[in-house]
């Protein structure tokens, strides 16, 4: 059993029993994580919308055994964080992973992989307390119609190629893209990635609040096969008991 809370754009907090996992938290002020729990925070890369240098404050504030897995292009020093009033010592807390990655943690029993995200940074799959939680970051089939024929080819094939990377696997948790700015190719990452994996609950992010895009997405061919499996993501502070 998890609960997951919504914390926006494409921030996540799933609550389990002796952990609470945070995604690309980009309002840390919404979300105060329980300080019974043991904290893991991911942040996918460096883009304001995915990564707020404020989440490092709860390694002082919530627990001094918080951990921070994130994309290798965010890149902190101990003179920087102190420049911000922050303690050097979170970086000894911190794991900077690439595309391709693998981080085990046989003592505590916990897994994370990552994928070569399409725009930057990584996307997260991670094994803990027996689930499996997908996280795409900015790994999506980015469809721009001002680029040219060629651009939109080359995102596709590198999308495909990181999703078939996972085919056929399982996720219980997924948290997949789904952004309306790219209008005619809006569904295409989303359509792909559901057409190659399976997931038991699927959460649509990175919609920059226009969630009746979660609806229109669900009357579309390969949206109606999957539709009561995708869940209706539309409010800020919004939990879900999967």
Same mark, same amino acid.
């Given at each position: 059993?998890a609960?997951?809370i919504?914390?926006?754009?494409?921030?996540?907090? %799933?609550?389990?029993?002796?952990y609470v996992?945070?995604?690309d938290?980009?309002?840390?002020?919404?979300?105060?994580?329980p300080? $019974?729990?043991?904290?893991? %925070?991911?942040?996918?890369? $460096?883009h304001q919308?995915?990564?707020?240098?404020?989440?490092?404050?709860?390694?002082?504030q919530?627990?001094?055994?918080t951990r921070?897995f994130v /994309?290798?292009?965010?890149?902190?020093?101990?003179?920087?964080?102190?420049?911000?009033g922050?303690e050097?010592?979170?970086?000894q807390r911190?794991?900077r992973?690439k /595309?391709g990655a693998?981080?085990?943690?046989?003592?505590?029993?916990? $897994?994370?992989e990552?994928l070569r995200?399409?725009?930057?940074?990584v996307?997260?799959?991670?094994y803990?307390?027996?689930i499996? %939680?997908y996280?795409?970051?900015?790994?999506?089939?980015?469809?721009w119609?001002?680029?040219?024929?060629?651009?939109n080819?080359?995102?596709?094939?590198a999308?495909?190629?990181?999703?078939?990377?996972?085919a /056929? $696997?399982?996720?219980?948790?997924?948290?997949v893209v789904?952004?309306?700015?790219? /209008?005619a190719?809006?569904?295409?990452?989303?359509?792909?990635?559901?057409q190659?994996v399976?997931a038991?609950k699927?959460?649509?992010m990175?919609?920059w609040?226009n969630?009746?895009?979660?609806?229109?997405?669900?009357?579309t061919?390969?949206?109606k096969?999957?539709?009561?499996?995708?869940?209706e993501?539309?409010e800020i502070?919004r939990e879900f008991?999967?």
């Amino acid at each position: 059993m998890a609960n997951i809370i919504y914390l926006h754009h494409s921030g996540f907090a %799933v609550e389990l029993e002796r952990y609470v996992l945070i995604f690309d938290d980009c309002v840390p002020d919404i979300y105060t994580p329980p300080k $019974k729990k043991q904290l893991i %925070v991911f942040a996918s890369h $460096k883009h304001q919308d995915h990564f707020q240098l404020k989440t490092l404050q709860w390694a002082e504030q919530i627990s001094k055994n918080t951990r921070y897995f994130v /994309g290798s292009d965010i890149k902190l020093n101990e003179k920087y964080l102190e420049r911000k009033g922050m303690e050097p010592s979170i970086l000894q807390r911190m794991v900077r992973m690439k /595309g391709g990655a693998v981080y085990a943690c046989a003592e505590e029993n916990f $897994k994370i992989e990552t994928l070569r995200s399409t725009d930057q940074g990584v996307a997260f799959l991670v094994y803990i307390e027996g689930i499996s %939680v997908y996280h795409a970051g900015d790994l999506n089939h980015w469809y721009w119609e001002g680029e040219s024929a060629s651009w939109n080819r080359q995102m596709e094939s590198a999308y495909r190629k990181e999703i078939d990377r996972i085919a /056929g $696997k399982t996720f219980d948790i997924a948290f997949v893209v789904l952004d309306p700015r790219l /209008g005619a190719g809006c569904f295409f990452g989303m359509d792909y990635f559901l057409q190659k994996v399976s997931a038991k609950k699927v959460f649509p992010m990175h919609m920059w609040d226009n969630y009746d895009v979660v609806g229109r997405y669900k009357k579309t061919c390969v949206g109606k096969q999957h539709a009561e499996k995708i869940m209706e993501v539309s409010e800020i502070n919004r939990e879900f008991f999967v």
